[in-house]
């Protein structure tokens, strides 16, 4: 970790040397995140963000008119502190120092950084926080990160004592609530906060102008949580048809997860999984792609989250490759998942997520189209936020 935490430095060095001058990107293709397909445009930048795109086909100060250029990706469910300790299995963190976990965290939020996501949300760890507030300074590459500072349970109290912990939670500085609505597959998925304890975090997250993030698997955790007017609904492998209608009913979003199962599976011994709690991540498959495909055809609102964990940082744009081969999507519907709709279900729909004036400049590049060939997604040669490129070329 010492290595990479070196090119860290070296790379904010590189970042902090760009100055805030006007810069253009020449583009030979964009999709600007909101299902638009832009040939030859060039992008001008200034202050962080974007003025104009306009059609042209010169050299610009950056020169990416051999690549497809898009809004910076966002991953919506994100565990930046989960890593590998020495002896390669999962580490805890009550066995850790924290300023060693903190540093776990950094480095895997310039992981996922070079890996093209420019936003992330974490749900959610206490480290989360002051490598948060270093990236907002500017003085620490990362993606921009919102963070639920720690998760509820049904353990956490009763409604009440609920309501409290939201409001304490605003004020340690969470941008939004995680809670457990039910187990998890590995367990069963069953519900484990009643609807009364659902319905006090939810509520009072909304009256503390917070979004509510939901871990749900079963469809009556699912069903619970619309019904309380919670955010967002994570995993939900089990949700029903009927279910799926009062999600896009209520303008609830939906995040299944792929990477987490697969990534999973390919490290069984990292994690010390039972075989019991294998085969019960296995047969999770099958059913996230199908719960996705029937969430699609009643038009809920799908966002991209990879519940990325020990082994999976930087690699979180595998989840647009199996969202498309096993779930279904048309890779504009995955690729707008991570773009303007995910914005919006973080309430930023109005600074990020799109290619267009007045956004930030937010921006990735990859060889190839995503469109015509998915796993383009996996070669990102140009990564920009807010104006400061951190990875790829630079002005020339």
């Not at 991540?281 to 029937?294: S, Y």
Request: with cysteine; charged share 20%.
């Amino acid at each position: 970790m010492r290595g990479l935490i070196g090119s860290i430095v070296l790379s904010v060095l590189a970042v902090l040397s760009v100055s805030a001058q006007t810069l253009v990107i020449s583009a030979g293709t964009v999709l600007d995140g909101k299902g638009g397909v832009l040939k030859n445009q060039l992008i001008k930048i200034s202050g962080g963000r974007i003025v104009s795109v306009e059609p042209g086909n010169t050299t610009g100060d950056i020169d990416l008119r051999r690549f497809t250029v898009m809004p910076g990706w966002i991953d919506t469910h994100v565990h930046l502190d989960w890593h590998f300790g020495k002896d390669g299995k999962l580490a805890r963190a009550a066995g850790e120092k924290p300023e060693e976990v903190v540093l776990y965290d950094a480095e895997n939020a310039w992981l996922t950084l070079q890996g093209g996501f420019t936003t992330v949300q974490s749900v959610g760890s206490q480290n989360d926080v002051p490598v948060r507030d270093r990236i907002n300074s500017g003085s620490l590459p990362g993606p921009r990160i919102l963070t639920s500072v720690k998760q509820l349970t049904k353990d956490s109290g009763d409604p009440e004592a609920l309501r409290a912990l939201v409001r304490q939670l605003k004020a340690d500085g969470a941008n939004e609530i995680k809670l457990f609505a039910t187990a998890g597959l590995g367990s069963g998925g069953a519900q484990t906060m009643t609807d009364t304890q659902i319905q006090a975090t939810c509520s009072e997250a909304k009256a503390q102008g917070l979004r509510s993030v939901v871990h749900a698997i079963s469809d009556q955790g699912v069903r619970a949580s619309v019904l309380a007017g919670c955010t967002s609904i994570e995993h939900g492998i089990f949700t029903s048809d009927a279910t799926l209608e009062l999600m896009a009913e209520h303008g609830t979003y939906f995040d299944p997860n792929f990477l987490v199962l697969h990534n999973y599976l390919e490290r069984l011994p990292n994690f010390n999984f039972t075989p019991a709690v294998a085969a019960s991540l296995e047969k999770g498959l099958p059913p996230t792609a199908d719960v996705l495909r029937r969430a699609r055809k009643y038009n809920v609102k799908v966002v991209l989250g990879t519940d990325a964990v020990a082994g999976a940082h930087g690699r979180n744009a595998e989840e647009f490759i199996y969202r498309v081969k096993d779930g279904g999507d048309t890779p504009m519907q995955a690729l707008l998942s991570s773009a303007s709709v995910a914005a919006e279900a973080l309430g930023l729909g109005r600074t990020i997520g799109t290619v267009a004036p007045g956004f930030d400049a937010d921006l990735v590049a990859v060889e190839g189209n995503p469109l015509d060939d998915i796993t383009a997604v996996r070669r990102v040669i140009f990564v920009m936020k807010g104006g400061k490129v951190y990875r790829g070329p630079g002005p020339l």
